[in-house]
């Protein structure tokens, strides 16, 4: 694998050859220096060429002291087709290129650095001319390096597979910031825990506040999308609530924590997609004061799911959730935790207005008497006591809804749902119909289990 670096010569764009030679050297790479002419038509200026290609070769000559392995090549025009091929795209492990300095057209605003990130074939580092990036490269300091992270994009991942490549380089302090609308977390976790207005500092009575238990949640749904981050440096969660476009909160977070080089993933739409979604990456890309990385999602690593240490079970208190619960226990093993759960489903008159900030968790005078009985569904054996359990108790118009909802709250690795051809009359049994739901719309792996 190489590492390309793509210049035109200019001041901007020597100081991002230096950081791509110095990374080159650290990692052992071939660097691959593409002169890129974008002044110079394909067909006239021989003279202004040849000068350029003897400037390629003065400038490829200077880089050697950093990294001795260096191969020029001169490009005419500055089409990222002609630019990069489909060798080098299969070969590049980094391509480095200056973020300002590249001439544009009335014709064509987006700068080189815009368009080979969107080319996607490999991470682009985009330099800016600040001494961080390069001091780090050479060892003599930490960076600090924001790195976007949204836990149910796969996109992340891909952004996560270069940190941890950075940290392999040398130390770098963390900031995983997932930008986030509290109203829409809300309705994804299915909080509904009443809000006292009164209670809360200024902050927290505007829209952007994140209610401590929503926080909770979201800072381990972040750092378990981290996982395990080998190297030097401390690694920080930044929850930053927002609304409208993701970029303009990540440059604020960028900015208000003075990070030297932000790290971003990236969707590789095209066409009316790109127009309709727009691009996280490209915004932060264009407006960054600093250095960026855009991330294609070809760079990130396969995720390994571990063996399952955590389980729900919806309980209707019939001999399939029984049967559910045992499968459970033996699944997460020692050690490991279950989490029982019973949905009301609502009916009649509870379905007519209630207060937009609560609903109750069960009927009223119901819900001790619910607990109660989920704490008896505990099996007693040994192997049961060796496991943590919890019980909850919830109300919703959609049980299959409310069972994802709470997935989500628990962080729990796996659903297991029993399912009986025998159907038994009780109230709120779970039909099935709500397992295939569960299926289909959980983002947890649902494991069946049928009764005998």
């Known amino acids: 694998m190489a590492i390309i670096c793509a210049t035109n010569l200019s001041a901007d764009a020597a100081h991002a050859a230096n950081v791509a030679a110095t990374l080159a050297g650290r990692l052992g790479e071939p660097l691959l220096l593409l002169g890129v002419d974008d002044a110079v038509p394909d067909t006239e200026a021989p003279d202004a060429l040849s000068a350029a290609e003897g400037g390629l070769a003065a400038e490829s000559a200077r880089l050697r002291a950093l990294t001795g392995m260096v191969e020029p090549r001169m490009l005419r025009g500055a089409s990222v087709e002609s630019l990069l091929g489909e060798e080098e795209c299969r070969s590049a492990r980094l391509v480095v290129v200056a973020a300002e300095g590249w001439r544009t057209s009335a014709w064509r605003k987006t700068s080189l650095a815009e368009r080979l990130a969107r080319h996607g074939c490999a991470p682009v580092l985009a330099v800016r001319r600040d001494t961080a990036l390069l001091d780090w490269a ?30 392999r380089v040398g130390g770098c302090d963390v900031l995983a910031t997932y930008v986030c609308s509290p109203l829409e977390e809300r309705e994804r976790l299915g909080i509904h825990t009443p809000v006292h207005v009164e209670r809360l500092d200024a902050r927290e009575r505007t829209m952007e506040g994140l209610e401590p238990l929503v926080e909770r949640v979201l800072m381990r749904e972040v750092r378990e999308r981290l996982g395990d981050l080998e190297g030097e440096g401390r690694v920080e969660v930044v929850l930053e609530p927002g609304y409208g476009r993701p970029a303009d909160h990540l440059l604020h977070v960028a900015h208000a924590r003075s990070a030297e080089l932000t ?32 991330i294609p999602p070809g760079a990130r690593e396969p995720r ?53 900030h609560g609903v109750l968790p069960e ?14 569904q505990v099996p007693r054996d040994p192997v049961a006591r060796a496991v943590h359990w919890s019980v909850e108790g919830v109300s919703g118009d959609d049980v299959a809804v409310a069972i994802c909802q709470a ?46």
């Open 263 to 294: 790290v971003v993933g990236m969707h590789l739409r095209g066409g009316v997609q790109r127009l309709w979604h727009g691009s996280v990456s490209e915004g932060v890309l264009r407006h960054a004061e600093r250095s960026v990385a855009c």
């Open 407 to 452: 997935t989500e709250r628990e962080g729990v690795d796996l659903v297991c749902v029993g399912t009986s051809a025998r159907r038994e009359v009780v109230p709120d049994a779970l039909e099935e119909a709500v397992a295939r739901q569960l299926v289909l719309r959980c983002r947890k792996p649902v494991m069946v289990v049928p009764s005998a």
């Open 304 to 356: 390994r799911l571990p063996p399952p240490r955590s389980a729900l079970v919806p309980v209707d208190f019939t001999v399939a959730s029984v049967q559910a619960i045992a499968q459970a226990c033996s699944l997460v093993g020692p050690g490991g935790r279950v989490h029982l759960l019973h949905v009301h489903r609502l009916r009649g008159r509870e379905r007519g207005p209630r207060d937009f």
């Open 138 to 167: 050479r060892g003599r300091r930490r960076l600090l390096v924001m790195v976007g992270v949204d836990p149910r994009s796969s996109t992340s991942d891909a952004a996560i597979t270069f940190l941890r490549e950075l940290r």
């Open 363 to 376: 009927p009223d005078g119901e819900r001790d008497v619910v607990l109660q009985r989920l704490w008896q």
